[in-house]
């Protein structure tokens, strides 16, 4: 939970609820904002409500591709609100933030929407499976009966046969640890790969389905057709 600073801002529940948000992705957009948040709002009061965290410098916003735009934390924000480095105030770039709008529009448009992970809700949900060399982010909990771990693998553009070698990975690298290697034979891990283009869709779930190998985990190829304006 956030900590309230000491401004008259950050005594608005709903501008709090957004800054938590935002600082999960680590970005937004505003349809994210108004489909988890503000749904009873239209997009002009969403944009309102965006615009004056931006003047009052918690909130940045940053291009995404022509005609759409994106989010995040200011170094204000990420230190008076969260208690971290300036760091975790600065846009993202490149994979990470073809992996964050991924990640975003696959947790917020789920039907219904899935919760991700921070590194400190996993440490704090699952501290058994923190490990040396496995990551404590990218996961997020499957809306399901048995609320399976899920991990995200974004595509951004690899070879088919290079994600099929690092969704192996993924799994060998887990299966050397033993609370991970029960949570995998109990059928509670999936990993989920996001990817922009249906052919690739395709190709990939065939690509799985002859892996012997990884036949222990459920695998789930998602489409994600916004990512395609951010590959090169």
């Not at 300036?86 to 992996?99: C, D, F, I, M, V």
Request: hydrophobic share 40%; aromatic share 8%.
């Amino acid at each position: 939970m956030v900590e309230a600073a000491p401004s008259r801002v950050l005594a608005d529940t709903l501008n709090l609820d957004i800054l938590e948000h935002v600082h999960r992705f680590r970005m937004t957009t505003q349809h994210a904002v108004q489909r988890l948040l503000m749904d009873s709002y239209d997009l002009e009061g969403v944009k309102t409500r965006l615009r004056r965290l931006q003047e009052r410098g918690f909130l940045a916003q940053q291009q995404l591709w022509a005609n759409s735009k994106c989010y995040h934390l200011t170094p204000k924000a990420a230190k008076q609100v969260f208690g971290e480095s300036s760091r975790a105030g600065q846009p993202l770039r490149g994979r990470p933030l073809k992996e964050a709008f991924a990640t975003l529009t696959f947790c917020t448009f789920h039907d219904p929407p899935l919760h991700k992970f921070t590194r400190k809700d996993f440490t704090k949900a699952y501290p058994d499976l923190v490990a040396t060399g496995l990551p404590a982010q990218a996961y997020y909990r499957e809306a399901d009966e048995h609320k399976r771990i899920g991990f995200i693998i974004v595509d951004c553009g690899a070879d088919s046969r290079n994600l099929v070698r690092k969704c192996k990975k993924v799994v060998r690298t887990r299966f050397k640890h033993t609370p991970w290697r029960q949570q995998i034979l109990d059928d509670r891990f999936l990993v989920t790969i996001i990817t922009a283009l249906p052919t690739k869709q395709r190709r990939l779930q065939e690509l799985l389905a002859e892996e012997t190998e990884l036949r222990e985990v459920t695998f789930r190829v998602v489409l994600c057709p916004d990512l395609a304006n951010l590959l090169d």
